[in-house]
């Protein structure tokens, strides 16, 4: 089983990126999966999260900004992060019931 996740890197205020989870050893879409970030000195803070039927729902500080998205054919979990913020950088991971992957870092930075 093993998930791993990508697409983190340094962007400035106001852009997008996409981050991806392709997962192995397990079907995605039987589980309830989801994304948590944990920035230094933060407690760790769900973002996003989508249900096997693909009920969908996101923490307040990112509604309207973040979309969440699985691809079942693929077995991947995607994050589609717009108009980030600085308050938006941490290590971005993500995870299910039984494990998560290694985290992927997210710099929101001018």
């Known amino acids: 089983v093993q998930l791993v996740e990508s697409g983190g890197g340094l962007v400035q205020p106001g852009e997008s990126l996409r981050l991806s989870c392709a997962a192995s050893?397990?079907?995605?879409?039987?589980?309830?999966v989801g994304w948590f970030r944990q920035a230094p000195g933060k407690e760790r803070e769900g973002v996003a999260r989508?249900?096997?039927?693909?009920?969908?729902s996101y923490a307040e500080s990112v509604k309207g900004r973040f979309t969440i998205s699985r691809d079942n054919a693929k077995n991947t979990l995607y994050l589609q992060m717009n108009s980030l913020k600085p308050d938006d950088t941490a290590v971005y991971y993500c995870?299910?019931?039984?494990?998560r992957g290694q985290g992927t870092q997210v710099t929101v930075s001018s």
């Open positions: 989508i249900s096997s039927p693909g009920f969908i």
């Open positions: 995870a299910y019931t039984s494990g």
């Open positions: 050893g397990f079907t995605l879409g039987d589980y309830a």
